[in-house]
């Protein structure tokens, strides 16, 4: 997918022209992930991982559609922690085991990176270290947002409980 947008010349992509993200070695990055990565479809309600399974062997990138980031509590019920969206990484954590579950809200597509691969690479090219760096800045940033106490009706409620891209996505 990057690779064909290096070729490219004047092309408009995500808001830059080709030649500023190839500048900022940002392309390079992405065409490096890309080569390590394996692209995977899932359909609506699909898991892509689950809450305690092993998870310190890859990390996810969405490339398109949203994905539900969950966790089961000790009472049954089911916690969103967050929801990703494009160009958004999930599964980030290196833990033994998973600490939520990832599932696809409709048809999504994303990639797979191998951690170990990844880390390698992001040893040789420092815009793929800093690419990580931001999404997961970006993950904490999300985990961290402002909740508004108290709401008066339910649209105030569902802005306080959901980052504002997923109450979008509902």
Same mark, same amino acid.
């Given at each position: 997918?990057?690779?064909?947008?290096?070729?490219?010349?004047?092309?408009?992509?995500?808001?830059?022209?080709?030649?500023?993200?190839?500048?900022?070695?940002?392309?390079?990055?992405?065409?490096?992930? !890309?080569?390590?990565?394996?692209?995977?479809?899932?359909? @609506?309600?699909?898991?892509?991982?689950?809450?305690?399974?092993?998870?310190?062997?890859?990390?996810?990138? &969405?490339?398109?559609?949203? &994905?539900?980031?969950?966790?089961?509590?000790?009472?049954?019920?089911?916690?969103?922690?967050?929801?990703?969206?494009?160009?958004?990484?999930?599964?980030?954590?290196?833990?033994?085991?998973?600490?939520?579950?990832?599932?696809?809200?409709?048809?999504?597509?994303?990639?797979?990176?191998? @951690?170990?691969?990844? !880390?390698?690479?992001?040893?040789?090219?420092?815009? &793929?270290? @800093?690419?990580?760096?931001?999404?997961?800045?970006?993950?904490?940033?999300?985990?961290?947002?402002?909740?508004?106490?108290?709401?008066?009706?339910?649209?105030?409620?569902?802005?306080?409980?959901?980052?504002?891209?997923?109450?979008?996505?509902?």
């Amino acid at each position: 997918m990057y690779r064909q947008l290096a070729g490219a010349s004047q092309l408009p992509y995500g808001g830059s022209s080709i030649p500023d993200i190839a500048r900022s070695g940002q392309l390079d990055a992405l065409i490096a992930l !890309e080569r390590i990565g394996t692209r995977l479809r899932f359909s @609506r309600n699909q898991q892509i991982y689950c809450q305690g399974e092993s998870g310190g062997e890859c990390w996810y990138g &969405v490339i398109s559609g949203t &994905v539900r980031i969950t966790n089961l509590l000790q009472d049954g019920r089911r916690h969103i922690a967050e929801f990703c969206f494009s160009d958004d990484g999930f599964g980030l954590e290196s833990t033994a085991e998973r600490s939520f579950s990832a599932e696809a809200v409709g048809d999504i597509t994303v990639m797979r990176y191998p @951690r170990a691969a990844t !880390e390698r690479l992001a040893e040789g090219y420092p815009a &793929v270290a @800093r690419l990580l760096r931001d999404m997961a800045l970006k993950s904490l940033a999300a985990a961290q947002g402002p909740v508004d106490h108290p709401w008066p009706d339910d649209s105030d409620r569902a802005r306080c409980l959901f980052p504002p891209r997923a109450v979008q996505a509902l």
